[in-house]
């Protein structure tokens, strides 16, 4: 696999030794046990896999490159690069602007932006929509586009399986950039529909065997289908593809609910022509933190500790995860960790930040602590976290 440049700020010694480390002793990647690090009063349990995967390195390569080559000219990225806050903060402090929120909002108007000026494409990819826009104004965007190679070969696929008149069953966030940018590609390509989760998945099946009156696909799943759709039809046929940050597990339970839901209807001898078999669109960095994970959750540990930005979705579904048996706590960095007494954590599910007792509670010699980070954290960030801990835990 290539080998990118990265800024030396996103790197860490420790990290980075332990991941040499790993990698020469299993170069096939089939242990995923943690990695163990003993300190004065905690140990860590590290993930064997966590931190920037192929397609951040390469967009974070990128950027930093044309930061580099072309210091006179306006440089915009149509949102922010990755879900991380070190990295898009420092993106702002070297004069990139942000074209636009995660949530599609328009930040720096159209008519301000001009041929001369470099767009840069983010790793989540983008509409077909904004890449007529910069077509139009004449900015050259191929030499300045950062999706990454996973987040195409789901449009790839999708493409396929419009040409062959499947409807693409979309397991994403409807609002996220990246779930944004697959629609509008396979809604190109086919008839198209986003579900959320397994719940939702289970209410679209419910149009295939017209279960549910028509109406109430276009109330339920409005401003997530594709135009013309229509639920009686158009669901004969399907295939399901994914944001490339869910959880995997859930792509492929509700891959296997639709596989069933057409044996049950349409009969074991005709599956083959209601539905497409696409495993191979899941994201292999996606798949290894989440496997690395589920490894965590058979260690034994006071609490776990997760780094990432608070709107990262595949963080957010490692915190899922974890806090199935551990206390856990999403941190953007070391900042969050005040003290013995206080950290400042997010709660995805009520999506706030709030301040939880911390160590002060665990009277014992040693603590454990579990950790792992997303896949858009730099490895400097997660070391910074382990030696807050440390430090705290070590005050008197």
């Not at 242990?31 to 163990?36: A, C, E, H, R, Y």
């Not at 017209?210 to 339920?220: A, C, G, I, M």
């Not at 999403?330 to 400042?344: R, T, Y």
Request: net charge negative; aromatic share 10%.
């Amino acid at each position: 696999m290539k080998k990118f440049e990265i800024p030396e700020k996103y790197k860490a010694s420790i990290i980075g030794e332990i991941k040499e480390k790993r990698k020469s002793e299993d170069r096939m990647k089939k242990d995923f046990s943690p990695s163990k690090l003993e300190f004065d009063g905690v140990e860590f349990v590290l993930a064997r896999h966590f931190g920037f995967c192929y397609g951040v390195e390469n967009a974070v390569e990128k950027v930093y490159k044309v930061l580099d080559d072309f210091p006179e000219k306006r440089i915009y990225l149509l949102s922010q690069m990755i879900h991380n806050p070190t990295v898009n903060e420092d993106l702002l402090d070297r004069g990139i602007k942000f074209i636009m929120d995660t949530k599609g909002n328009q930040l720096v108007p159209w008519e301000t932006i001009s041929s001369e000026d470099i767009v840069l494409i983010p790793a989540f990819g983008t509409t077909l929509e904004i890449e007529e826009i910069l077509k139009e104004k004449g900015v050259v965007s191929k030499d300045y586009d950062t999706t990454c190679p996973f987040v195409e070969k789901v449009w790839n696929r999708s493409e396929k399986l419009g040409e062959k008149d499947y409807t693409i069953i979309i397991h994403g966030k409807a609002a996220h950039e990246e779930t944004r940018a697959t629609f509008s590609h396979s809604s190109q390509n086919g008839k198209s529909v986003i579900v959320k989760d397994i719940k939702e998945a289970k209410l679209l099946a419910q149009f295939i065997d017209k279960q549910l009156p028509p109406e109430d696909f276009y109330s339920f799943f409005e401003g997530k289908y594709s135009p013309g759709f229509d639920p009686y039809t158009d669901l004969e046929k399907v295939g399901v593809v994914n944001q490339t940050t869910m959880l995997a597990t859930e792509t492929h339970e509700i891959s296997q609910y639709f596989k069933n839901k057409m044996t049950s209807v349409f009969g074991e001898e005709e599956l083959s022509n209601h539905f497409a078999d696409t495993r191979d669109t899941l994201c292999y960095a996606t798949n290894d933190n989440q496997k690395a994970t589920l490894e965590l959750m058979k260690e034994e540990g006071d609490f776990a500790v997760v780094v990432g930005g608070y709107n990262s979705s595949n963080t957010m579904h490692l915190v899922e995860l974890l806090e199935q048996k551990f206390p856990t706590f999403f941190v953007q960095n070391a900042e969050k960790i005040v003290g013995k007494n206080c950290i400042n954590h997010f709660d995805i599910h009520t999506k706030e930040e709030k301040t939880t007792d911390f160590i002060s509670k665990f009277n014992k010699e040693k603590i454990k602590v579990i950790i792992t980070c997303g896949a858009s954290c730099p490895d400097s960030v997660l070391n910074q976290v382990i030696e807050k801990i440390v430090y705290v835990v070590n005050q008197p």
